[in-house]
């Protein structure tokens, strides 16, 4: 197994909010986060800001990136965990939110 291939998958989560948010959905991102990282297959999660490209004016860029250790494991977080997890977030901060996700897999590491 190569070393890309030992690395898993990645799973980001790519965020816009509203500025005035910020406080709150950071207090609450936390607390996802970590019961993400709790389900099986998740090795370890980071929280970034986005610097470029810049944010629109009253508002903020953040990305979450999830490394996984296979792509059976997302598949599984995506069947039966997803769904309820995207739910509590709208739920909780409506449409001053969006988000947007990619997976991305490892193809060499340095």
């Known amino acids: 197994m190569s070393a ?3 690395a898993g998958v990645i799973y980001e989560v790519n965020l816009d909010l509203d500025a005035v948010i910020r406080a709150e ?3 609450w991102l936390d607390a996802h986060v970590r019961e993400i990282c709790a389900l099986p297959g998740f090795v370890a999660a980071t929280v970034f800001d986005v ?3 810049a944010a629109e004016p009253g508002h903020e860029r953040l990305c979450v990136q999830y490394t ?3 792509a059976a494991a997302l598949d599984a977080y995506l069947r039966e965990h997803a769904p ?3 739910a ?3 739920a909780r901060f409506g449409e001053r939110f969006r988000a947007s ?3 991305l897999q490892p ?3 340095v």
């Open 4 to 6: 890309a291939e030992a």
């Open 25 to 27: 959905y950071l207090a």
């Open 51 to 53: 610097l470029d490209p």
């Open 68 to 70: 996984l250790s296979d």
């Open 84 to 86: 309820r997890m995207r």
């Open 88 to 90: 509590e977030g709208v």
């Open 101 to 103: 996700r990619r997976v």
């Open 107 to 109: 193809r060499q590491t």
